[in-house]
């Protein structure tokens, strides 16, 4: 489904599949609203300019296993989302879009983090983006707070393609910097 009527309207949409964690899940990377080809694919970061998978790769893959990739696939990139004891998931439920602009995000519904949180062990957050920080902040902090849950957050530059003025490598950079390792030991 498509965020943009034909004529350029606001459309309402629904965020359309679930937050990926599970028990051992260690942090949390926070996105603002699944794209229109995450939304079509059913999973996080699946247009195929994001850099946030590259990214993950080279923070998290062995480089002495070959198999220890990313790969493409929703499945492949679920499984070393897990593997790697992250979890993934977005600041916005459902709200008004133009498209994938996430600056043009209003009437927010935002998600409740405590479920993924109680049901894990996430020791920071990690918002992806201005927005998903602003909004982060807005609105899911408070009610985090509100369930008695305070926890670490650390913003991080947007891994969008709308966001071309960092290179990959210079998003590797400051993403190694930025994400402490030890909360996954």
């Known amino acids: 489904m498509s965020a943009r009527g034909a004529d350029g309207r606001w459309m309402r949409v629904e965020h359309g599949f679930p937050p990926l964690f599970d028990a051992r899940s260690r942090v949390l ?13 059913g999973f996080f970061y ?4 994001n850099r946030f998978w590259p990214i993950m790769d080279s923070l998290f893959a062995d480089p002495d296993d070959p198999a220890d990739t990313v790969g493409t696939s929703a499945a492949s990139r679920r499984a070393f989302a897990l593997r790697h004891r992250f979890a993934l ?8 879009i133009l498209g994938a602009s996430d600056a043009s995000i209003r009437d927010v519904v935002p998600s409740d983090l405590a479920p993924i949180v109680r049901g894990s062990e996430i020791r920071h957050i990690y918002p992806c983006g201005a ?6 902040e807005r609105y899911c902090r408070p009610m985090l707070l509100d369930d008695g849950i305070d926890l670490p957050s650390t913003p991080l530059p947007s891994t969008s393609p709308a966001y071309a003025a960092r290179t990959l490598d210079n998003l590797i950079a400051i993403y190694r910097e ?7 030991a």
């Open 178 to 184: 930025k994400v402490d390792m030890a909360d996954f």
């Open 131 to 136: 927005k998903a920080a602003a909004l982060y």
């Open 89 to 96: 998931w977005d600041t916005v439920e459902s709200c008004e």
């Open 29 to 41: 990377f926070l996105g603002t609203m699944a794209s229109p080809k995450s939304r079509e694919a």
């Open 46 to 49: 699946m247009h195929p300019r």
